[in-house]
T-cell receptor
Framework: EAQVTQNPRYLITVTGKKLTVTCSQN?????MSWYRQDPGLGLRQIYY???????DKGDVPEGYKVSRKEKRNFPLILESPSPNQTSLYFC???????????FGPGTRLTVT | AQTVTQSQPEMSVQEAETVTLSCTYD???????LFWYKQPPSRQMILVIR??????QNATENRFSVNFQKAAKSFSLKISDSQLGDTAMYFC??????????FGGGTRLMVKP
């Protein structure tokens, strides 16, 4: 089954404790992206990657890191999480940047 | 920078009736794509319909259709014969050739029995 998976689905952590949210797709897509969803703001793009070893900033990259060492994986790293990063996070992939994006199930992150 | 505005935070419709969700956008690109995504309570993002900006014909997918007015930068979604399962958040989005996908703030749609 073609899908985008994210782990964990739920995470509660404390300020400053490094964490990684994993994202993996099995569709051989070149393009992958991370979004955060906050009430009233819709989804905002954090980082995206056009291919292996190619990443670029989206609208809200501050406080986040990404890497793309393999085509299928695109982890999101929070080196020192803060409460304003409490949000719902989505990973997405597509074949090319302008096509339909397939979304993962979301990760609910709470930073206390 | 591109922007997407959904001016209706919440809407409701009776089952079997028709409802239209509004979306306006702004982009400096000449080649771009427009999307409507649905997010039910499960939080999964589901593509409802897409429209290529260079196509004049409005996209249609079963009960879902769009009214794409390129000059006005308007991209509304019409849902016909509304069903209870259509209850969800709906997001309008624009994607340009620079790989930036920008979403509106969303419209919460409630279908009432």
């Amino acid at each position: 089954e073609a899908q985008v998976t994210q782990n964990p689905r739920y995470l509660i952590t404390v300020t400053g404790k490094k964490l990684t949210v994993t994202c993996s797709q099995n569709m051989n897509h070149e393009y992958m992206s991370w979004y955060r969803q906050d009430p009233g703001l819709g989804l905002r793009q954090i980082y995206y990657s056009m291919n292996v070893e190619v990443t670029d900033k989206g609208d809200v990259p501050e406080g986040y890191k990404v890497s793309r060492k393999e085509k299928r994986n695109f982890p999101l790293i929070l080196e020192s999480p803060s409460p304003n990063q409490t949000s719902l996070y989505f990973c997405a992939s597509s074949q090319g940047g302008v096509g339909e994006q397939y979304f993962g199930p979301g990760t609910r992150l709470t930073v206390t | 920078a591109q922007t997407v505005t959904q001016s209706q935070p919440e809407m409701s419709v009776q089952e079997a009736e028709t409802v239209t969700l509004s979306c306006t956008y702004d982009t400096s690109e000449s080649n771009y794509y427009l999307f409507w995504y649905k997010q039910p309570p499960s939080r999964q993002m589901i593509l409802v319909i897409r429209q290529e900006a260079y196509k004049q014909q409005n996209a249609t997918e079963n009960r879902f259709s769009v009214n794409f007015q390129k000059a006005a930068k308007s991209f509304s979604l019409k849902i016909s014969d509304s069903q209870l399962g259509d209850t969800a958040m709906y997001f309008c989005a624009v994607n340009n050739a620079g790989n930036m996908l920008t979403f509106g703030g969303g419209t919460r749609l409630m279908v009432k029995p």
